[in-house]
């Protein structure tokens, strides 16, 4: 059996009607004429739906070292509690760019998942990494709006008009407890950590205002699901270490280094997630393993027996997202 060790993973491109090409400023490898809307950096789901790729498996693949050519899901097999994951992986990771507004939608709220065994709760957290003037993050629903309010919206195709909309702002994470109705703006870019689940309940597709053609609305559902509270304040990244998300599923911090040398071992004792965001070139060094260098945009796991001790070794202008499983 191999040791355990940093893995590299390949990134699985999504088209969306909603995507664009910007994903290659992240060294995506993008088909021409192709609108690439997600690439899917850490996923280990046994099925997805329609929209997240046709019902099928979506299982990484390692590109490095000893275990290459094999799935994320074979890695934790093979390593045990090392790995500090057992089956799937715990964690859906990608990054979205959004040439347009993304469909308003809900994830089951933890009562709805409690009470349908189909649901399951998909709590998301979206780190701003470009935005163009103007565009905005749509997150939860005005104050004062009550489920038959949102009834109505959806039914008159005013769901705008409930929803709140906060600028988006490069640096900015906004954590999406599952259950909240929300939307990714036009002109947004982000980097996203969430539960590993595929539940969605879809309210708006902003069929008029692009000429898409309609898809189902999830009305019963989303109506059973969505919570009235508003959701977290968005934090914004300060300094060259920053927290700036925490939920009962994960941890995120921001890295904005230069040139440096950052232990990563100080966020928890599971696997950890480091997405080199921005970067001329970083690596992973962990005790007893050779350094495993990351390109530009690439996505690294170290599992839990690696992540102690680990370092980030920053080259220029780096800014990487890590993510720690809780």
């Known amino acids: ?108 709220s933890p009562a709805y998942a409690a009470a349908h065994e189909e649901a399951h709760l998909k709590t998301e957290s979206w780190v701003v990494l470009a935005a163009e003037p103007g565009s905005v993050i749509y997150k939860g629903l005005k104050p004062g709006t009550s489920a038959d309010n949102l009834r109505a919206a959806i039914e008159g195709g005013t769901v705008a008009d409930v929803l709140v909309s906060v600028p988006a702002v490069v640096g900015a994470c906004h954590t999406l407890p599952s259950g909240t109705v929300h939307a990714l703006g036009a002109g947004v870019l982000v980097a996203e950590v969430q539960t590993p689940s595929d539940t969605t309940y879809r309210v708006y597709d902003w069929v008029a205002e692009y000429g898409r053609p309609e898809r189902e609305l999830h009305v019963e559902q989303a109506l059973a699901s969505a919570l009235f509270d508003a959701p977290p304040a968005g934090v914004t990244a300060q300094g060259k270490r920053s927290p700036v998300a925490q939920t009962e599923f994960y941890r995120i911090e921001s890295i904005s280094a230069d040139c440096e040398a950052v232990e990563l071992d100080a966020m928890g004792t599971g696997p950890v997630v480091v997405m080199a965001a921005r970067t001329m070139g970083c690596g992973v060094v962990c005790q007893g393993c050779e350094e495993v260098p990351l390109m530009p945009g690439q996505t690294a796991v170290i599992p839990a027996a690696c992540a102690r001790g680990a370092v980030l070794r920053c080259g220029p202008g780096t800014t990487a997202i890590v993510a720690t499983v809780a």
């Open 1 to 108: 059996m191999t040791d355990p060790y940093p893995i590299v993973l390949q990134p699985i491109l999504k088209e969306k009607v909603w995507g664009g090409r910007r994903l290659a400023s992240l060294g995506k490898q993008l088909p021409a004429g192709v609108n690439v809307g997600e690439s899917w950096e850490v996923a280990d789901l046994d099925a997805t739906s329609a929209s997240g790729g046709g019902g099928g498996a979506a299982r990484s693949l390692i590109l490095n070292g000893a275990l290459a050519g094999k799935t994320i899901r074979d890695a934790g097999d093979a390593w045990g509690d090392a790995a500090g994951w057992s089956g799937a992986f715990p964690l859906l990771v990608k990054y979205l760019d959004a040439r347009e507004h993304l469909s308003v939608q809900v994830h089951p």
